[in-house]
């Protein structure tokens, strides 16, 4: 924690290095999902990069607030403050409830995570679970002058807040130039200029997703919910607020001006945007044909894919790139980051098998602060990775009998491997855990089996310890009509 990490500041420009404001705990808030579809790449590289942000101040021993939201109310389907919302509109074409949308695609996006083996974070919170403390900002903002109520619906005033803050700081928009770029308005239209933007939307007669409120039965606008909830969890000033670059206008910006205008002060000290991914050059989306699911990617049923592509291989195509350059995925592009995964396992492997000698021919604790320059500039774990094959280049060397490592140095260069590989890139050696798998089946098979001899010779006190001790380690015994099923509790 010697303030040697340094990380780029969107609203800066530029590279800072990273003071906390209360070392050594973080703040950091990242927007989430809007949960209505299947997760796809899109949602991976946010992921993967804040988890990796996420994991390398844990290891620099900070004490971190993760907070990432879910959204499952108010994001109208332009993004801005028109459409249907994105959530009940696929509730209508599915028959569900629109909270059993959110629940079905919460689960997906969740496990999906669990695969890409991304840390959960600290504290998920949901917009529907906040709409009171939504309520409450909007009171201050209107109380403050910078929000006026039209017909039940309430908007932010732009233009106010410009008078004294600056709005487009983040995005770099001028005010002149969204006049001259948005249509003007209609004589329906409730806004008293085309940017301002709903803080509270009164609610049509079919719309389902709606609460009471001083100014009308209806729902938050998009933008607010991570104002409310990230002053709720991580005050009013916190340290890094993350999210994709698209998400800079007009959501964060728009972020930016509740929470300025409401505190009279800048909440968030940095803030870090992760690049977009391109398909085939292109940019992903349904209407082209080329809108990837995770699930689709770890199956391998896409025309695009020539086969399936673990997790930790889709993990390892992220990690190649810095978060902040655009990655254009292709089949190809997987096929070469599945061999440079395996190659960096296979490295991992020798490295276990490798027998120490007396002197060393390699320079290992240079390789560790190579490693650490890399993650301290920005996250860069391209570079981080073109050291750790260095390393595999060294190991492979030494596992021909061309170099050699002392005990100490082979026992720092493990340990460089397991800090880097798999606690800050989070990687994980896949072959492992699908040998676990096999084993446990297998183990568990051989015990049913003895369960069932126990019950054909009605040794009942056995057969019930057998389910006792098993429940006693985590696993539930359900018996079938023939044979026994397990799962893990
Ligand atoms: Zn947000």
């Not at 880097?420 to 798998?437: H, P």
């Amino acid at each position: 924690m010697d303030n040697r990490f340094t990380i780029y500041n969107s609203l800066s420009r530029k590279k800072e290095p990273f003071t906390p404001l209360h070392p050594p705990f973080v703040g950091l808030y990242v927007c989430g999902p809007t949960v209505y579809s299947d997760p796809h790449l899109g949602h991976a590289r946010p992921a993967v990069t804040f988890d990796l942000l996420y994991r390398y101040l844990m290891h620099l021993e900070y004490m971190v607030r993760y907070v990432r939201n879910i959204t499952d109310v108010g994001h109208l389907e332009n993004d801005a403050d028109e459409g249907e919302d994105k959530i009940e509109k696929k509730a209508r074409l599915e028959h569900l409830e629109p909270m059993e949308v959110v629940q079905k695609y919460i689960n997906s996006f969740l496990k999906n995570m669990e695969q890409l083996n991304t840390l959960h974070p600290s504290i998920e919170p949901r917009a529907s679970g906040h709409i009171i403390e939504q309520q409450q900002l909007i009171e201050e903002l209107i109380k403050k002058g910078y929000a006026y109520e039209v017909n039940g619906s309430v908007y932010f005033d732009v233009l106010k807040y410009n008078e004294k803050y600056k709005y487009g700081k983040l995005s770099g928009r001028v005010l002149e130039e969204l006049q001259s770029n948005t249509r003007t308005l209609d004589k329906q239209d409730e806004k008293r200029n085309p940017f301002d933007f709903a803080l509270w939307k009164k609610a049509t007669p079919e719309h389902l997703m709606r609460w009471p409120s001083r100014w009308s039965d209806g729902y938050p606008g998009w933008h607010l919910e991570c104002s409310a909830m990230s002053i709720k969890y991580l005050g009013e000033v916190f340290d890094i607020h993350g999210g994709g670059m698209d998400l800079q206008f007009p959501h964060h910006e728009c972020e930016i001006a509740q929470s300025t205008a409401a505190q009279g002060k800048e909440s968030v000290r940095y803030w870090m945007h992760n690049n977009m991914i391109t398909i085939n050059g292109q940019k992903m989306a349904r209407s082209l044909g080329n809108f990837i699911t995770l699930d689709q990617l770890f199956i391998g049923n896409h025309p695009l894919l020539t086969q399936a592509y673990s997790p930790m291989t889709i993990r390892f195509f992220l990690l190649q790139a810095h978060y902040r350059s655009t990655i254009d995925f292709s089949n190809e592009a997987l096929l070469a980051a599945e061999k440079g995964f395996q190659k960096l396992m296979k490295g991992i492997e020798t490295l276990d098998k490798l027998k120490p000698s007396l002197t060393s021919t390699i320079d290992i604790p240079s390789l560790r602060k190579k490693c650490y320059e890399a993650m301290d500039d920005d996250l860069n774990s391209p570079v981080l990775l073109s050291y750790l094959f260095e390393g595999v280049k060294y190991i492979n060397s030494v596992s021909d009998g061309t170099e050699k490592l002392s005990i100490n140095e082979l026992t720092s260069l493990k340990d460089l491997f397991k800090v880097f590989v798999f606690d800050i890139l989070g990687l994980k050696d896949e072959n492992i855990s699908k040998g676990d798998e096999k084993l446990t089946s297998e183990l568990m098979k051989i015990i049913i089996n003895l369960r069932q001899g126990a019950k054909n010779k009605k040794e009942w006190a056995e057969s019930d310890k057998i389910r006792e001790d098993l429940k006693n380690a985590g696993i539930i015994l359900k018996d079938l009509k023939d044979g026994a099923e397990w799962e893990m509790e």
